[in-house]
Every structure is written in structure tokens, then in C-alpha cells.
């Protein structure tokens, strides 16, 4: 079946322009993760969101970082007045019962 | 709170011979572990993982890894790699109710012919 989507594959946006990325998670799956990863570096947990249960917020880095979801559908991640580090691969994964399983990411490039 | 740890940024091996990656862990219960890897360009695949039961688990592509209680430890290894192989390799440990992923910096494996 499906996997994880996510859209744009690959974005280059001017600092301090806002952008935002999706993620179609697998149908049915409850949870929904997005990650970044800085080249070279590991995965960055952000936000987290399960159901209609409150989004855990505790890993986005400031408030120019936000998420939304609808329902068990697609999410959104939208970062404000870009700065250059926040040029990174950003992942979404979304879990059924145990495994999350990732997208292929978008790589975000602020020049 | 949970850590990872992959001492080896980077491995070099030889094809068709054998592969160990490191992956030590921090977390005060029982662990749930897993290994996942990236091929430049990709998102992650979960290559295996590690709830309970046998210490020794299978995975794809040819995969094992022994969790290890005593030495903190959840290594890869793979008896013959493959030119395919060669990724950037993940260990990561989630907390109780499956509810974060916490992972490790990566090692990046490079296959030499």
C-alpha cells in the first residue's frame, strides 16, 4: 500500500520568507511525528500528534515552528520568517501500533 | 531521559565482509530498540527491532542485531555486506507507549570494493 508522502520534495526559500511542508501519512495510522535533520547530524524530534489528543510541542526549537493536523489526515509544518539554520531535511513518520514509518523527507534550503 | 549513542561516525568495509555497527543505550526500563537506515536521498527504512524475547533478532536484507542487557548495547551486523549496503545506519530507542523515537547520531557505512 501507500506510504508516507511528503511535499515539496525540495524547497529554497529566501531568509525571513515563511514556508510550509506536508505530510500525508499511511491511511488509518493514528500517529504523526516530524523530525529534522541538520546535515551530518541525527534525527531532531519536533512535535508529535496522536488522535485528537493535544500535540506534544516539547521538540520545536521557537515559535517561528508550528504544526497542525486534521483528524488522522495530512499534517502541515510551517516555519516563519526563515532563518539559515533552519535549513535541514525535514521527516515525517506516522505509526500505526509500534513502528513508524518515515517519509522521504524535504530538504529545505534558506539562502 | 533516553540516549543513543553510535560511537562510529563512519565505517569503511570491504565487500563481502563482515559488519558490526555499535549502538549503546541509556534508559531505565526495559528498551525498546530499533535499527533503521538511510540511503542518501530516502527516508528511513526499519531494517529490525527489539521489544522482548530472544535477545537475537532477524531483519531484512540480512540483518541481525543482539540486544545485550549487561553492556547497554543493541549492535548491528551483517556477515557478508553488500555494495547496496552502504547508508547512513540509525539506532534509536523509544520510550514506554511508543510515543518518541529518540535517536542516535548516525554511523555512515561505506562499502570498499
Known amino acids: 500500500g501507500a506510504g508516507v508522502s511528503q511535499s515539496p520534495s525540495n524547497k529554497v526559500t529566501e531568509k525571513g520568507k515563511d514556508v510550509e511542508l506536508r505530510c500525508d501519512p499511511i491511511s488509518g495510522h493514528t500517529a504523526l511525528y516530524w523530525y529534522r535533520q541538520r546535515l551530518g547530524q541525527g534525527l531532531e524530534f519536533l512535535i508529535y500528534?496522536?488522535?485528537?489528543?493535544?500535540?506534544?510541542k516539547s521538540g520545536l526549537p521557537s515559535d517561528r515552528f508550528s504544526a497542525e493536523r486534521t483528524g488522522e489526515s495530512v499534517s502541515t509544518l510551517t516555519i516563519q520568517r526563515t532563518q539559515q539554520e533552519d535549513s535541514a531535511v525535514y521527516l515525517c513518520?506516522?505509526?500505526?501500533?509500534?513502528?513508524?514509518?518515515f517519509g522521504p523527507g524535504t530538504r529545505l534550503t534558506v539562502t | 531521559a533516553q540516549s543513543v549513542t553510535q560511537p562510529d561516525i563512519h565505517i569503511t568495509v570491504s565487500e563481502g565482509a563482515s559488519l558490526e555497527l555499535r549502538c549503546n543505550y541509556s534508559?531505565?526500563?526495559?528498551?525498546?530498540l530499533f535499527w533503521y537506515v538511510q540511503s542518501p536521498g530516502q527516508g528511513l527504512q526499519l531494517l529490525l527491532k527489539?521489544?522482548?524475547?530472544?535477545?537475537l533478532v532477524q531483519g531484512i536484507k540480512g540483518f541481525e542485531a543482539e540486544f545485550k542487557r549487561s553492556q547497554s548495547s543493541f549492535n548491528l551486523r551483517k556477515p557478508s555486506v553488500h555494495w547496496s549496503d552502504a547508508a547512513e545506519y540509525f539506532c534509536a530507542v523509544v520510550n514506554t507507549g511508543f510515543q518518541k523515537l529518540v535517536f542516535g547520531t548516525g554511523t555512515r557505512l561505506l562499502v570498499s570494493p
Open positions: 527489539y521489544f522482548s524475547g530472544d535477545t
Open positions: 500528534f496522536q488522535g485528537n489528543s493535544a500535540p506534544d
Open positions: 534508559y531505565g526500563a526495559t528498551p525498546y
Open positions: 513518520a506516522s505509526r500505526g501500533s509500534y513502528e513508524q514509518y
